[in-house]
């Protein structure tokens, strides 16, 4: 299994343009989910997903869309580049069990950076 | 809600000393604890978890938690650190399923950088 994928490792863009972070796993998990990670902040939950067609926010969504159409892919698509965007991204991916906690799988992140 | 706090940002420390980072939580309800690992440039790797049942964790690279219920607290721990534990550490709670809408989702403290020195 190649667990959690992320493409691309890492990007440049300029302010306003848009592009799409691609997310992939090959777990069956029902659940995945997208984190930034900032210096000093932790990671902050941008939007998730408990199964394909259904996607909801999390603590920082506003500039992000997501989409799920299968249960493998979960692209985060940025519209309009803003510096404030730069930030490393991580995919992860879950279970989604009817009870109890599940063990989150991440990938190895895309750099992005907004100039 | 739920929140969590990594008192430490940085913790420097000799190679083969023992190591204590500490994590306190806050929730109204029962929560599920985790400890992550992330080392330079890669994703975060489970490291341990505690459910529900013994208060001592074990979990992979010798590291151990103890869960405190009356003290809010999950601290790591590890009896004698080597050079390749230099890493960033992150504590993260996830309430209860169906709790106040909640999905599960993590919640992750800001991350405490061990730094491991010869």
């Known amino acids: 299994n190649a667990g959690v994928t992320q493409t691309p490792k890492f990007q440049v863009l300029k302010t306003g343009q848009s592009m799409t972070l691609q997310c992939a796993q090959d777990m069956n998990h029902e659940y995945m989910s997208w984190y930034r990670q900032d210096p000093g902040m932790g990671l902050r939950l941008i939007h998730y997903s408990v199964g394909a067609g259904i996607t909801d926010q999390g603590e920082v969504p506003n500039g992000y869309n997501v989409s799920r159409s299968t249960t493998e892919d979960f692209p985060l698509r940025l519209l309009s580049a803003a510096p404030s965007q730069t930030s490393v991204y991580f995919c992860?991916?879950?279970?989604?069990?009817?009870?109890?906690?599940?063990?989150?799988?991440f990938g190895p992140g895309t750099r992005l950076t907004v100039l | 809600a739920q929140s969590v706090t990594q008192l430490d940002s940085q913790v420097p420390v000799f190679e083969e000393a023992p190591v204590e980072l500490r994590c306190n939580y806050s929730?109204?309800?029962?929560?599920?604890l985790f400890w992550y690992v992330q080392y330079p440039n890669q994703g975060l790797q489970l490291l341990l978890k505690?459910?529900?049942?013994?208060?001592l964790v074990k979990g992979i690279n010798g590291f151990e938690a103890e869960f405190n219920k009356s003290q809010t607290s999950f601290h790591l721990r590890k009896p004698s650190v080597h050079i390749s534990d230099t890493a960033e550490y992150f504590c993260?709670?996830?309430?209860?399923?169906?709790?106040?809408?909640?999905?599960?989702?993590?919640?992750f403290g800001k991350g405490t950088k061990l730094s491991v020195k010869p």
């Open positions: 992860a991916s879950s279970y989604f069990g009817t009870s109890g906690p599940r063990e989150q799988f």
């Open positions: 993260a709670v996830s309430p209860p399923l169906n709790y106040g809408g909640s999905q599960g989702n993590l919640i």
């Open positions: 929730s109204s309800v029962s929560v599920y």
């Open positions: 505690y459910l529900s049942g013994s208060t």
